[in-house]
Each structure stands twice: as C-alpha cells, then as structure tokens.
C-alpha cells in the first residue's frame, strides 16, 4: 500500500476538517466561481473546499488519496443534495485518470503541501487545467510544500 495514502486513512481527519470549514468557505469565496465553472479539488478531504465551490454552482470533482475521506465526501455531497459535487480516489502526484485540460480552476489546499512529490503534483494541476484557467494554492501552502518557485515561475502565478 502507499505509505501516503495508509497515513491519511489512519485518523479521522473529518474531525479537523470540522474546523476548517468557515476558513474554507471564505476561501471559496474569493475565487470567483460562477456556475457550471469545472473545478478540481486536489486533497480535497471531506469536501471544506469542493462543497461550497458546488453550493456556488461550479461542477467540482474532489481527489483525495485516502478512500474515507472520499467516502465522507460523498457522503456529504449527497446530505446537502449536490448533485454537482463528486469525489473520487486519487494520487494528486499522478492523475492518470483525469484527461488534459479539461478542469476552469484546479485548487489545492493540503493536496501538495503533504504530498511526498509536491513538483509532480504542480505539474499534474499544470497538465490538467485548460488553456487559460486557473490554479490555486495558498501562498504559504507553496513555500512550505516546496513547490513555491515552480509555481510563481514555471506557471505565472502570484
């Protein structure tokens, strides 16, 4: 097994999301998602990003490595009846199974920050953002996940 993905399915890490949902929500809230904007969650968790991105519209699909953070998730998509919110496994690091280009906005809050190979996650958010949208990390996330340069310079971003 990825020894990642077997740290985040030892705890329960739905009861530190608990505490972050109001910072993830105003967080959402300064990315200017409109309706039916395709939006990638990277380490999504729970969902403290991908729900309110669903509840302003956008079509979210959340990646987590860590199935029982999927299956919460899920679960919570389907609990405030977003039919536009999806989580499904995946290494952030390597996302075979996302075709290029396809996502408007690709966020990552923990997906890289915590990842054993933070580059090959910046190239993958890379990979899989159309021509001319957007990807999203916190400032602080990239200087400590060590992807801070790659992004401000091999990407554009501030």
């Known amino acids: 097994m990825n020894p990642n993905k077997a740290l985040w399915e030892k705890g329960d890490f739905t009861r530190i999301a608990e505490s972050m949902r109001e910072s993830g929500e105003a967080l959402v809230k300064s990315l200017g998602i409109t309706k039916g904007l395709k939006v990638l969650d990277l380490g999504c968790g729970d ?78 958010m890379a990979r899989v953002t159309r021509p001319g949208g957007l990807r999203r990390m916190p400032r602080p996330m990239r200087m400590q996940a060590g992807v801070h340069r790659t992004f401000n310079v091999r990407y554009g971003l501030a």
Do not use: Y
């Open 47 to 124: 969902g403290t990003m991908a729900l309110p991105e669903a509840k302003l519209g956008a079509d979210v699909l959340g990646v987590d490595i860590a199935k029982n953070l999927v299956e919460a998730g899920n679960k919570r998509a389907q609990e405030h009846g977003l039919t536009n919110c999806k989580f499904q496994e995946g290494d952030a690091s390597n996302l075979h199974e996302l075709k290029d280009q396809t996502f408007d906005l690709v966020v990552s809050i923990f997906g890289a920050m915590f990842a054993p190979k933070p580059f090959d996650v910046a190239n993958e």
